[in-house]
């Protein structure tokens, strides 16, 4: 299994960011796929996850409006789409399945 996140970057307060996650060495279609963050000094949380086909997903409640999860099952990939972002956005994001994880994405929201 291989997951490689992609997309992080600095970004003002109110921006805007497509993060990627590119699966590789499983069924991708199989499996529900998560995302995750963790800020300095805190605990990984999560922050969305979305069912096999795309049809179902969830977020936590600090995202709820601005943070999009989807995923192209062709492509074997998943994204998070980040609007409105917050300096409390600031994190490493992780991309998860089948209890796998990625290496990380940086995202820092700073003017």
């Known amino acids: 299994v291989h997951l490689v996140e992609s997309g992080g970057a600095l970004v003002q307060p109110g921006g805007s960011l497509r993060l990627s996650c590119a699966a590789s060495?499983?069924?991708?279609?199989?499996?529900?796929m998560y995302w995750y963050r963790q800020a300095p000094g805190k605990e990984r949380e999560l922050v969305a996850w979305i069912s096999s086909a795309g049809g179902m997903s969830n977020y936590a409640e600090s995202v709820k409006g601005r943070f999009t999860i989807s995923r192209d099952n062709a492509k074997n990939t998943v994204y998070l789409q980040m609007n409105s972002l917050k300096p409390d956005d600031t994190a490493v994001y992780y991309c998860s399945g089948k209890n796998n994880w990625g290496q990380g994405t940086q995202v820092t929201v700073s003017s």
């Open positions: 060495g499983f069924t991708f279609s199989n499996y529900v």
